[in-house]
């Protein structure tokens, strides 16, 4: 890369930092999303037209800080995926719109990871149906494969996570850094102002063993941001894929006014209506402007109000709690004396308990004899005799 090319990839540091921190804090009930988005795309759009990576580069041949620009298409997709419909937009139709733009731009991330080489070998696997090519026989996995799959990403996710922060934070107290990161590594980038980036030559993502490579500089840390990228992305895409599936079979939305019975609906008397007490009861239309009612004579109105409240009209005289206590009083209620007094089988069962006495020998008899009442009664009457549910 000419000294041209890493200067403007230095200056783009700074804005794709800050895009990276506002996608962090998007979804909080703010526009820090959309300005995201914006400011990506700026990003973009300036990298492309410096050529700061070629298509014919090398994952070697990519500067350590031009390596950035390789996540722009997964906070796209993150940002689209969790991003806000507005009010008064048709929710199914700029839904569906989201999640398609989410998924192209997953499948864009994963197009930059295979021309590139950016994943170790155990992640290329793990991820082997979103890293291969266009026209690719897809492949077919049972249920078992993919759960073993799911496991192993979870595995792989939670490695590479606990890795990476832990070398920022060994990385910002060594640089003596004035501010600390987002909260969640996915977004941190791990630009801290006043230090220098040394550009290394070596890439620790090409080992064949089964496990990640270690996160010891700068440029592992953010080929290990790719894998964290790559693994967060191939769920995003999957659950991206099932929602869109929902999306293509939700009915059309049913039309907001019914214009069938607009006739009728002149003559219906709403509920504001009753508010009008005065005022003229037919407009010169004949159509009613509040309601009434038609008495058979002049003075049966009057005599229909002089009926209501009259001496003979019952008005409750007491409460219900007022109604139980006399109830009470006049002994229709039986209750206990005390609620907390416990019933004649749990004074039984607590006689019982005290062995070598009187009443727990008393105690036990009585809850023989009863036991002995309740098994002849069991053997003289069958079983459901009493409830022949109308069946004689």
Not at 162 to 179: E, G, S
Request: overall charge negative; hydrophobic content about 35%.
């Amino acid at each position: 890369m000419s000294s041209e090319e890493q200067d403007g990839a230095s200056s783009l540091t700074a804005e794709l930092d800050a895009a990276f921190r506002l996608a962090a804090e998007a979804g909080k009930g703010n526009d820090a999303g959309s300005r995201a988005m914006g400011v990506l795309g700026q990003v973009a759009h300036a990298a492309d037209a410096l050529g700061i990576i070629s298509v014919n580069d090398r994952l070697h041949e990519i500067s350590t800080p031009s390596l950035r620009i390789l996540l722009i298409p997964s906070i796209q997709a993150y940002l689209e995926n969790n991003s806000v419909i507005p009010e008064g937009e048709d929710r199914m139709r700029a839904r569906k719109s989201h999640v398609q733009a989410s998924m192209g731009a997953a499948r864009l991330f994963f197009s930059l990871m295979r021309r590139y080489e950016a994943l170790p070998p155990v992640v290329r696997a793990c991820l082997l149906p979103y890293m291969q090519r266009e026209g690719a026989e897809p492949v077919v996995r049972n249920p078992s494969e993919r759960r073993m799959i799911k496991i192993q990403s979870f595995k792989l996710e939670r490695a590479v996570q606990q890795q990476l922060d832990a070398f920022r934070k060994a990385y910002r107290a060594q640089a003596r850094a004035p501010t600390t990161g987002p909260s969640d590594v996915f977004f941190d980038l791990l630009v801290v102002p006043g230090s220098e980036e040394v550009d290394e030559d070596t890439d620790d993502m090409g080992h064949t063993d089964g496990e990640l490579p270690p996160v010891r500089t700068l440029r592992a840390y953010l080929q290990g941001m790719c894998v964290l990228h790559a693994l967060r992305c191939a769920s995003l895409l999957e659950s991206a894929e099932q929602e869109l599936e929902l999306l293509e079979h939700v009915p059309p939305p049913k039309p907001m006014t019914d214009t069938s019975h607009a006739a009728d609906d002149a003559w219906r008397l709403d509920s504001h209506w009753f508010s009008k007490t005065s005022g003229p009861l037919l407009s010169e239309t004949g159509k009613p402007l509040r309601p009434f009612v038609i008495t058979p004579a002049a003075d049966k109105r009057a005599q229909m109000q002089a009926a209501v409240f009259r001496p003979s009209h019952r008005l409750p005289t007491m409460s219900i709690d007022e109604y139980l206590a006399e109830e009470e009083r006049r002994g229709n209620i039986v209750s206990r004396s005390h609620p907390d007094e416990p019933t004649p089988r749990e004074q039984r069962t607590a006689a019982a308990e005290m062995d070598g006495t009187r009443e727990a020998e008393e105690a036990e008899e009585e809850a023989r004899q009863e036991a002995i009442h309740w098994d002849a009664y069991k053997e003289q009457h069958r079983r459901g005799e009493g409830n022949t549910m109308n069946r004689g």
